[in-house]
Nanobody, 123 residues
């Protein structure tokens, strides 16, 4: 079992920045790949960024490349998402996920999910 707790969400104006954190605990063997997803009202959940915790390979959806950075602190068992140059279309609930089950890392094929943290970007 893995427990994930997100934090760092909030309300910002367009162009601002936020850093999301995801504190992980439990079975480390299940955390080979960790990811951030988001879901806006009325929309499907979409993968934003993912990282392989061993090799450090990172993946992003096109709309956030150059603006968002996924990183990890293994000593703190924490995953981060640094979000810069935020846009109103980034408004969503953001979720941390791990326990990759296969397929594409930005598809929601993960066993464990956090409760989410809300990000609201105003124009």
């Amino acid at each position: 079992q893995v427990q994930l707790v997100e934090s760092g969400g909030g309300s910002v104006q367009a162009g601002g920045s936020l850093r999301l954190s995801c504190a992980a605990s439990g079975d480390t063997d299940s955390r080979d790949c960790m990811a951030w997803f988001r879901q806006a009202p009325g929309k499907e959940r979409e993968g934003v960024a993912a990282i392989y915790t061993g090799g450090g390979n990172r993946y992003y959806i096109g709309s956030v490349k150059g603006r968002f950075t996924i990183s990890q602190d293994n000593a703190k068992n924490t995953l981060y998402l640094q979000m810069n140059s935020l846009k109103p279309e980034d408004t969503a609930m953001y979720y941390c996920a791990t326990g990759f089950e296969g397929g594409w890392v930005l598809k929601p094929g993960y066993m464990y999910w956090g409760q989410g943290t809300q990000v609201t970007v105003s124009s």
